[in-house]
């Protein structure tokens, strides 16, 4: 999201003021009190098995070479298991037959939180205008990009036990797994 440069309640410019330990985008003028918490915007992610293959798809706006997840952002009044079948159905014309969690992930390069499910799914694939073209996928010869969505292919896969296998984007070649256990050591010193 771009920063907000004025108040939304007052039209009065923001300031970068402290706010609760950390510096915040806030209204200067008193007794508005608007503060930009930017807080990250939810994004729902499938990973859509189809007639015993994952589809992924690639976005019109992205490098020819470049497949991932079905996504979307969840919309206000909508559960997250109704809003990723929407956007399945939106995306591909699939109809969803069961949804079921497979986690939580950051993706903070775009200030999002990707909640991903697998999506099994039916139906026949017409891909919207924002889709270029999708491929069908064995399981195990799914390879890994290393960001937010692709962390959510490799807890799916590795919980099935078929191969996890990263690959670099940018040069196409394998790369170690970059999953990183979480250290809340760090949080206890953010917090001191
Ligand atoms: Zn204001």
Known sequence: MEPYRYCPRCGASLQVLPHAGRDRDACITEGCGFVHWNNPLPVLAAVVEYEDKLLLARNAA?????????????????????????????ETNLDTESVSLIGVYEFMRKNELIIAYHVKATGTIELSEEL????????????????????????????RGYPVQFFDRQTGEDIPDPRRPTDFRRLDASLQ
């Open 62 to 90: 992205w490098p020819e070479k470049m497949f991932a997840l079905v996504t979307g952002f969840l919309e206000r009044d909508e559960t997250p298991e109704l809003g990723v079948a929407r956007e399945l159905k939106e």
């Open 132 to 159: 270029a073209e999708y491929r069908l996928v064995a399981p195990e010869k799914v390879r890994i990009w290393s960001a937010g969505t692709g962390f959510a292919v490799a807890d799916w896969l590795q919980a």
